[in-house]
T-cell receptor, first 112, second 112 residues
Framework: AQSVTQLDSHVSVSEGTPVLLRCNYSSSYSPSLFWYVQHPNKGLQLLLK??????LVKGINGFEAEFKKSETSFHLTKPSAHMSDAAEYFC??????????FGSGTRLLVRP | KAGVTQTPRYLIKTRGQQVTLSCSPI?????VSWYQQTPGQGLQFLFEYFSETQRNKGNFPGRFSGRQFSNSRSEMNVSTLELGDSALYLC???????????FGSGTRLTVV
């Protein structure tokens, strides 16, 4: 069965410093992986997706993620945090029946 | 291109009542799936409909049901509401030819 584990429930960074949100996955086959962001009282917005093409995936708003099969990881990074990046981030794997399985989320706090 | 539209945005119901939520997918998308988001359980899959057929179902009691119409609009119904049904209900629209899932803003249901 597929699953994802987000290693940090909260991450706090200063504005202008790098962001790293960690995600490990478990899958019996080559997975489809996604990162979504949710701002307060909003729905989910797709940041980026990995679907067995390039292992380094670039997304919106300067975010990117690298698929590392040997480490079963799909960490999300951004070189420089902006105040507007404060939100909850979800790592997601899609199972064989097209069901999305969500991680527990990482709340990103950006300090001025 | 219009996004995924969920109505209503907010709903307050009394225990024991029933409720119907609506989701209109992106034009041309035939797959609609529903997710429940709560602080305790996170995001959990409810069901998916494709071309008016339920393709997949999550681990929820039979009080939760859904349907999809010929225009791909979907409704989900919850009968005999319980306090624990209070949640944000999110609908996702997907073009099965791609890997993208687009979420609506959700319906926040409060059961009192």
């Amino acid at each position: 069965a597929q699953s994802v584990t987000q290693l940090d429930s909260h991450v706090s960074v200063s504005e202008g410093t790098p962001v790293l949100l960690r995600c490990n996955y478990s899958s019996s086959y080559s997975p489809s992986l996604f990162w979504y962001v949710q701002h307060p009282n909003k729905g989910l917005q797709l940041l980026l997706k990995y679907t067995s093409a390039a292992t380094l995936v670039k997304g919106i708003n300067g975010f990117e993620a690298e698929f590392k099969k040997s480490e079963t990881s799909f960490h999300l990074t951004k070189p420089s945090a902006h105040m507007s990046d404060a939100a909850e981030y979800f790592c997601v794997v899609r199972d064989s029946s097209y069901k999305l399985i969500f991680g527990s989320g990482t709340r990103l706090l950006v300090r001025p | 291109k219009a996004g995924v539209t969920q109505t209503p945005r907010y709903l307050i119901k009394t225990r024991g009542q029933q409720v119907t939520l609506s989701c209109s997918p992106i034009s041309g998308h035939r797959s609609v799936s529903w997710y429940q988001q709560t602080p305790g359980q996170g995001l959990q899959f409810l069901f998916e409909y494709f071309s008016e057929t339920q393709r997949n179902k999550g681990n929820f009691p039979g009080r939760f049901s859904g349907r999809q119409f010929s225009n791909s609009r979907s409704e989900m119904n919850v009968s005999t509401l319980e306090l624990g049904d209070s949640a944000l209900y999110l609908c996702a629209s997907q073009d099965r030819g791609s890997d993208g899932y687009t979420f609506g803003s959700g319906t926040r249901l409060t059961v009192v």
